[in-house]
């Protein structure tokens, strides 16, 4: 698994979490910690997440490579 494969895993958990927050306890997250949600730094970080989740897709659908 390649480093970007790693940095887009870890950025959909956050964005999981960031969603499990918001919908156990109506708390974004991203929006508290970069001056709401309609900030430009908040917008640039949900695109970022929003990408690695696109990435993510690819991780899904890529055929195996099996180990020596």
């Known amino acids: ?3 970007l494969d790693k940095t887009s895993l870890v950025l959909v958990i956050i964005g999981a979490i960031n969603w499990l927050l918001v919908g156990l306890a109506r708390f974004d997250l991203v929006a508290f910690l970069f001056g709401g949600s309609a900030s ?4 640039i970080i949900y695109t970022i997440i929003g990408l690695a989740g696109l990435w993510a897709i690819t991780i899904l659908v890529r055929p195996e490579v099996e180990a020596r």
Do not use: D, F, I, V
Not at 40 to 43: E, V, Y
């Open 1 to 3: 698994m390649s480093a």
């Open 40 to 43: 430009l730094l908040s917008r």
